[in-house]
């Protein structure tokens, strides 16, 4: 900007004085009630006068799961969330408050302006980009208005692109002149602002916020000790600091901050603190036998969205259909995040503990669905419900894919175990014979080799029936038998099963056999 050009935002809408200042050649003018605020696309931390949280910076996709997020993925949902505060997610519904260290907002109230003294610092400042000298040659960056809400944005901006000088810039900008105000906001409280006067403490935010993001930023350049510094700063010194989050709610910047510190040294990474990302970062934990890490990621989304999962599920009447599910992203995370946590205990031997929480699941998320990436949703209960009718018997379902029941199907026919086949194949077909008739109404003709593996639900749904029909032909419960092999002709006539050998037999064709052998063992 040449010099003597003229910065003149508009007046503020409750008042039309402006206070003129002359600084290094440059008429600035600024409105008294809040005109130093530019509409920025981005969140609104701290928020200064007369703004409404704008829509999100980032979008993140969500999941568990992963989950199977958040998760598994989830967990499950697209997400915008810079930090604490929401899931799934991903492909995933947004989410709402962490009830353990949110405060829920229906919109902001009116906010205390930005005190004009305060604007003339900024305004002496300089009210044009400020020149930096990187390495390599000068580096330019635009502080734009100067509050500490775009500061603190361009920050995140910077932080999501991995631009470590920008966060530091920027960031650096915000404490700089912010910093002072905001250590007498934080002397001036003496517990959270609640929601409505939140976002007059805009400084104490503001700045609280700018030091956890060059935390941010510091820990994924590696220097390690300096972003802990920071995570000190804001735990330390700026305690009751909140970050709006533009779908509604606060996150509590020193409980993030402190999380930062407790996982310093390990492996372990809350990431967007979404639900689903949570929950996906469970179901990893699990695949890997990290306990450990079970416990923490599984713990930390119950603690942020227990409260609203509850009352998701307290919402519903019925089993939410496919196309509603994702909506209910808390209900499904929490609930996954519990089963997760229940396997975990499995695994380790804690049989009661394990039990309690499979019992969690079924009492208080008995309407919880877990995304299956494969393009639907399962009932997390009816898995509970499964744990808990199997814990201290030889049968597991393992990951429910018609794949692994299947297998264990055929492998308790061949141990003559006749309840280990009825349990393995009844599941497969609960769990997959809608889409095996689908399967089946799209063939006209047996698939081709290089295709055959496309319809699974098809050929293995099929090949339980099959095998269902064997082991009631060994009990010489025939009437049974003949049901099953009935199913195979009549209803999936298209299922091949693979040999490991190398090849496809065609499942009706075994059956047709199995059929006129039952007839003649019979007489009918």
């Known amino acids: 900007m040449p010099i003597g050009a003229a910065i003149v935002p508009a007046c503020g809408t409750r008042t039309g ?8 050649g440059w008429v600035v003018s600024f409105a008294l009630a809040g005109a130093l605020l530019a509409p920025a696309e981005a969140l609104a931390f701290g928020r200064q006068p007369d703004q409404e949280p704008q829509e999100a910076l980032r979008e993140r996709p969500r ?37 353990a260290w949110a405060e829920e907002s229906e919109g902001p109230a009116e906010a205390t302006p930005q005190p004009a003294e305060q604007a003339a610092d900024v305004a002496q400042a300089g009210a044009e980009p400020q020149e930096r000298t990187a390495e390599g040659g000068e580096r330019w960056f635009d502080f734009g208005d100067y509050t500490s809400q775009t500061l603190t944005t361009k920050a995140w901006e910077s932080l999501e692109s991995g631009d470590l000088e920008a966060v530091m810039a920027y960031a650096g900008e915000c404490i700089e002149l912010y910093a002072e105000e905001a250590r007498a906001q934080q002397a001036s409280l003496e517990a959270f602002a609640p929601a409505e006067q939140a976002f007059d403490v805009w400084a104490l935010n503001d700045v609280a ?6 935390g941010k930023a510091l820990l994924d350049a590696g220097r390690g000790d300096e972003a802990l510094a920071e995570f000190t700063t804001v735990v330390d010194e700026f305690g009751f600091a909140q970050c709006w989050d533009p779908k509604g709610w606060f996150w509590r910047v020193a409980r993030a901050a402190q999380d930062q510190l407790d996982l310093a040294g390990t492996e372990y990474d809350y990431g967007d603190y979404t639900s689903q990302t949570l929950t996906t970062k469970a179901w990893e934990a699990l695949e890997a036998d990290d306990h450990r890490g079970v416990a923490l990621y599984t713990g930390k989304c119950l603690e942020l969205y227990e409260e609203e999962a509850l009352a998701q599920q307290a919402a519903l009447s019925a089993l939410p259909g496919k196309d509603t599910a994702a909506g209910h992203w808390a209900l499904n995370d929490v609930g996954t995040s519990t089963f997760i946590r229940a396997k975990s ?131 010489q419960r025939y009437e049974e038998a003949r049901a099953a092999f009935e199913r195979v002709v009549d209803d999936f006539s298209f299922a091949q099963c693979w040999d490991p050998k190398g090849w496809f037999w065609k499942v009706t064709i075994g059956a047709r056999g199995r059929l006129n052998k039952i007839s003649a063992l019979t007489g009918a």
Not at 86 to 91: C, K, Q, T
Not at 209 to 214: E, G, L, P, V
């Open 63 to 99: 999941s568990a799961q992963t989950a199977p997020e958040d998760v598994g993925e989830a967990s499950q949902a697209t997400r915008e969330h810079p930090e604490p505060g929401a899931p799934l997610a991903e492909d995933v519904p947004e989410p709402v408050e962490p009830a």
């Open 345 to 475: 205990l499995l695994g380790q031997g804690e049989i009661d503990g394990a039990k309690a929480a499979f019992q969690t699941v079924i009492e208080r998320f008995p309407y919880a669905q877990c995304w299956d990436p494969r393009g639907w949703f399962w009932q997390v209960a009816s898995a509970a419900s499964d744990h808990l009718s199997t814990i201290g018997t030889p049968y597991d379902f393992g990951d429910y894919t018609s794949e692994a029941l299947t297998t264990k199907a055929w492998e308790a026919l061949d141990r003559k175990d006749h309840k280990g086949v009825e349990i393995y194949t009844r599941k497969c077909v609960q769990l997959y014979e809608e889409e095996a008739r689908n399967q089946q109404t799209s063939l006209a003709e047996y698939a081709s080799k290089e295709r055959a593996f496309d319809y699974w639900a098809l050929n293995d749904v099929a090949t339980c029936y099959f095998i269902l029909g064997e082991s009631l032909m060994a009990q």
């Open 209 to 214: 916020t700018a030091h956890f993001i060059r």
């Open 17 to 24: 004085d402006c206070v003129r200042f002359e600084a290094m």
